[in-house]
């Protein structure tokens, strides 16, 4: 009898929380940007509710949006670099998987294979890489560059980053290491592999001077939405974290993803699609309501705009009448798929600016759900059981009470129904996911020459 198929669950965490306004409700942390206390909190939160994973967003720069007055309203401008907050996060959980995003854009693959190889060592196999290609055009200042790369030139840099990465990963055997203090042999010099990459963007010849970990090696995240995006999440991704904000898109996005594996030689097993939820849960439906407007109420207009122009990567929208049309405008060079997104539900929906701003606070393009626990699973379950998702990535709206209220609510209400677990699978982030374990590409060119 094969088990029935679970709802994975990552626990898309912001510091102070997804909301704009997020720091600003009374019992709000507001100093999650600089307390590993409040990180903590926040981490053992997710683990108490047997989330999968938790993830975190990143950019390397301060946004160039808004103006000087909602730069100074705002609590998401500082920030941890997330692998050091996760390796200290490792200490303080044992089951919840580790996440952090990391851009290809800015980095180098060789820095960053040994990062996310050492994180996954000092959690016992629970880290993640989500691979992005900067949606803040800001990095490049702070990366010795005036502009930043180009939509196609840094998904091609993407792909090649990739494949040196999980070379890279694959630089030992697992049983590489004999540690034998009788014959004073540590490890089988055999069954250390030298990648001796020579690409358009890289030379990098390892090995790689970290172990194999205990889920071989880490979980490989995409996020990205465009033709060229799908296509990479298709080639490499293991876990697709998506933005999508009804249930038709979802479905397209979903199986247009699954349609792309075969042409890189793989199938459904190997990839979960997760895309984002932004639940409001309440007793009743009343409750939930009144907890969305009370965060939308306290929306400076300053920060309104300036996360919408950070959110569709365009600027100057100051300058345009706060209850008048949304402004037309041409394509971003940064976060494409989302501006898209949202332009286009300004349109269906006949939107002002503002009320754009308003419907960008809290979800940013990812599915809204508003009410009680039974209610909020009913969507959930709905996507998951036709075809628009494998999980989810919740994104609570303040912090801690968001969270504290899908994990009090709504986790026990999907455990009910037999649609997440109850227990662990695992101690590693791939047995949770139900992903395989890649057995290494040296030893798999053995197998297939057997
Ligand atoms: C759901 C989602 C989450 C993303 N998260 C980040 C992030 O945390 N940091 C970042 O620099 N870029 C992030 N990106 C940006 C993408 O890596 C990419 O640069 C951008 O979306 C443009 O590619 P696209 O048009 O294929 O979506 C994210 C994109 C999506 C769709």
Redesign the pocket.
Known sequence: MTAPRMMKLGAFVHETGQHVAAWRHPDAYAHSGTSFAEAASVARTAERGKFDLLFL???AAVSVFGSADSRGRMAKLVKFEPMTLLAALAAVTTHLGLVA?S?TTYAEPYTLARQFASLDQISGGRSGW???????EA?AFNHGLDKHAA?AD??DRAAEFAEVVNGLWDSWDDDAFIRDKDSGVYLDPAKMHVLNHRGKHFAVRGPLNVARSAQGRPVLVQ????D???DLAARVAELV???QDNFERACEFYTDVIARLPRFGRTQADVKVMP?IYPVVGRTEADAREKYDFLQSLIHPSVGIAVLEHTIGIGGLDKYPLHGPVPEMGDTN?????QRLLLEAARRENMTLWQLCLHNAGPRGHLLAIGTPAQVADTMEHWFRNGAADGFNVMPAWLPGSLDDFVDMVIPELQRRGLFRTEYEGPTLRENLGLPRPPGRWRQMELVAQ
């Open positions: 967003a990143d950019s995003t851009t989500n691979l992005v290609t900067s949606n803040n990095e939509h840094r998904y996020a990205g939405a465009s060229t995006g799908r974290f998506t933005a984002g940064g976060p494409l798929s989302r």
